[in-house]
């Protein structure tokens, strides 16, 4: 089939380049004349394991193009692919569709008659019924629109979508759902289930998948800090009671908490649009869960402090991790640069190492120190900080730092290093819910976070690492 995606940011690219993939005839668009360019040359803006191969054979096939003409997208063919981005508004609260508007306006004038635009950007319930009556507006009567959510995850991006647990079809009418059956017959074919409904339950679908999401990782995080409180190790208790197959141990991480371009926007657009609806009070438990994972980040720090000597003036911190996530250069609200930005602006020297994230991190966070390496972060570090998870810093040898430090002072923020082998190396291990921390707050630690701290804590949030 001929198609086209609007939009090639980070589910763009990866959605063009797996369509290629699957056999169909894709042009990418975009307004960014050097994206654009870099991936008609066939070389990927960001990094993501696996993309690369995909779009090289995509571009090298020929089934693979890109442009920056919505004219050359409208002529083009009959379906179009919604993926512009919909960040969170400036005011905190609710989802910015300038650029989903945007992109429809522009498409509008261009489209053949009976064209099909199937949104797959995370959008407030009611989206794709305004962007209907637009589309009418904007002189397409014939054009019809769907629903179809995106569920990738940023370092399993190509795998989530060739592979999917499930694909979304949110359409008006059985034209627009045999259309879809057919973009992902090789999928459905190889036993990928699909569920067909109205555009407004399959918008709800992706916040409300979201939202699951993101309050199991604030739930445990909510129960290491009970753990602390009470001298138990919130690892195991997550292995336990991951058993119950009514609730499954996956994403029962307990740690620095969740961040990135999607989960924390995500349920502060939801409980926005919840609100316009007149059902705000049902969801209002996500404030709660963005609150208990923004206090992760605070209680991290505090833990820093503590184990830096309760003062952070003058004092070296090594921080392994600047990305959301392991595998992604992403640093879209990343927990783990968060903390170190905090660290700094509190006086310590910070020196950040990431494998991929480090232009990215640079871009954002200026003012701290970059190491290209483990060991040039670490050196005479007082305190290493494990804040985000990769495979790399799982296989650190303890023995090895030993001489670079200052002080063998680790604080394993993911929970997922190995605590016999740091104290077998003479380390002190120290993490969050789990029996290496600290016990008490030293008296002379600062227990509130800064007022202008990036992560927007509430002033009134209790700061009770321990
Ligand atoms: C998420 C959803 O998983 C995906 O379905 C949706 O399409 C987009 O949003 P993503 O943001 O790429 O994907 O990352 P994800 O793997 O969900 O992780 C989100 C954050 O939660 C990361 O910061 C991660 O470190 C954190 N996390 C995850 C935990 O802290 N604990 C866990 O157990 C799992």
């Not at 905190?92 to 989903?100: C, E, N, P, T």
């Not at 797959?120 to 014939?142: D, F, I, Y």
């Not at 290496?436 to 992560?455: I, L």
Request: net charge negative.
């Amino acid at each position: 089939m001929k198609l086209t995606v609007i939009g090639t940011g980070y589910l763009g690219a990866v959605h063009a380049a797996c369509m290629a993939e699957i056999g169909h005839e894709v042009l990418g668009v975009d307004i960014d004349e050097a994206k654009t360019a870099a991936l008609a040359a066939g070389r990927t803006p960001f990094y993501e394991p696996g993309l690369q191969e995909l779009l090289t054979r995509g571009t090298a096939s020929g089934r693979l193009r890109f442009t920056t003409s919505l004219r050359e997208a409208g002529r083009f063919g009959g379906l179009h692919f919604l993926c512009v981005g919909t960040p969170q508004r400036p005011d905190g609260l609710g989802a910015d569709l300038r650029h989903v508007d945007a992109a429809v306006d522009g498409l509008a004038p261009h489209l053949i008659p009976g064209a099909l635009i199937v949104g797959k950007s995370t959008v407030p319930v009611g989206t794709a019924e305004r962007l209907t009556a637009r589309l009418r507006a904007a002189g397409a009567p014939e054009a019809h629109l769907a629903w179809n959510p995106e569920f990738l995850r940023e370092g399993h991006a190509v795998m989530d979508t060739l592979r999917p647990d499930r694909l979304v079809f949110g359409t008006g009418s059985r034209l627009a759902e045999n259309v879809l059956r057919e973009v992902y017959a090789p999928l459905i074919r190889s036993g990928v289930p699909y569920v067909a409904t109205d555009t407004a339950t399959a918008e709800l679908v992706k916040m409300a998948a979201n939202s699951f999401l993101a309050t199991k990782i604030s739930f445990i995080n909510a129960m290491a800090e009970v753990c602390d409180a009470a001298g138990a190790d919130v690892t195991v208790l997550a292995h336990a009671v991951g058993y119950d197959h009514r609730i499954g141990r996956s994403f029962l991480n307990a740690g620095l908490g969740f961040g990135g371009g999607c989960l924390p926007k995500d349920i502060r657009a939801f409980r926005a649009r919840a609100a316009e609806l007149g059902v705000g009070p049902a969801v209002a438990f996500l404030a709660e869960i963005d609150e208990i994972n923004l206090r992760q980040r605070r209680r991290t720090v505090e833990l820093a402090t503590r184990l830096a000597g309760g003062e952070l003036t003058g004092r070296r911190i090594a921080v392994l991790g600047a990305a959301f996530k392991p595998e992604s250069d992403d640093v879209r609200d990343s927990p783990a640069l968060a903390v170190a930005a905090r660290l700094h602006r509190e006086g310590a020297v910070v020196r950040v190492h990431d494998p991929q994230a480090v232009d990215n991190a640079r871009a954002a966070c200026p003012q701290l120190d970059y190491a290209a390496r483990v060991d040039k972060a670490c050196e005479g570090a007082d305190v290493v900080l494990h804040l985000t998870d990769w495979a790399e810093y799982r296989a650190l040898d303890p023995d090895a730092l030993t001489p670079l430090v200052c002080r063998p002072v680790l604080l394993d923020a993911r929970n997922s290093l190995d605590p016999d082998v740091w104290t077998r190396a003479g380390w002190r291990y120290a993490a969050l819910g789990r029996l290496g921390a600290p016990a008490q707050p030293s008296s002379d630690t600062p227990a509130q976070p800064s007022p202008d701290a990036p992560d927007q804590p509430s002033p009134d949030a209790p700061v009770q690492p321990s």
